[in-house]
């Protein structure tokens, strides 16, 4: 079962809680002249999610289909997308266009540079381009500039099945899942590189107005100090070996 959340104007969070896992599935749905879906979800989750979406917009209206990096709950389902939505268009980093989806999806996938822009009506997207950031050379983040929403992916994920959004400590909630997976079977999920620190400040400097995140609460409040915060955790945990 779905659960939708306007996070940030026209920025609607499709939840799916998988209690196996322990863990959230969201996708976001950007409802403008030409509606963005951000993460797909995994095949097996599709039909859950296009209803969600169907609560919001035609879904064979769907223009474009953004993700971050070549995993399935970020684009296992785009296939299925492509069938139901034909006119719609993918779009993910240039690396992850030419080395992935040349493979995989079923219609080209567009490939974006640092700092592309990506109108969609009243609203326009830059994509940011961030390797290995968290985690896959292929990797990228998007930000919305009218309404400062920064499509977070993987960053500042949380376990459990918390509120939808919140403007409590969001970086404590994830200190607490980078410190359980550290020592676990998904230790080095998230890679500390030489240019962690710096692209994570290079978000900061966009000032987002609001965090959307993957796996966990999305986050209203001083982003920018929060992004700041998340980096010296990550380089507090990770960067010690």
Known sequence: MTTITEIAPDVFRVSTFLSDGNI???????????????????????????????????????RWIGFSHFEPDECGSLNNWFEIAPSSNAFCSLVGANVNMRD?????????THNEALPTGKYKFRFQSTPHLPHGWDAGLLFEETNRTLFCSDLFHQFGNPAALTGSDIVGEAKKHLLNIESGPFANYIPYTVN???????????????????????????????LHQYSMTIKEILGRK
């Open 104 to 112: 995989f999806a079923s219609h080209p996938v567009r490939g974006m």
């Open 196 to 226: 962690t620190e710096r692209q994570l400040n290079s978000l900061a400097d966009l000032e987002p107005a609001t965090l959307a995140i993957m796996h966990g609460s999305s986050f209203a409040g001083n982003c920018e100090e929060s």
């Open 24 to 62: 959230q599935m969201n996708q976001f749905l950007v409802r403008d002249e030409e509606p963005l879906l951000w993460h797909t979800g995994q095949k097996y989750l599709f039909a859950e999610v296009r209803e969600g979406i169907s609560k919001l917009i035609d879904p064979t209206k769907l």
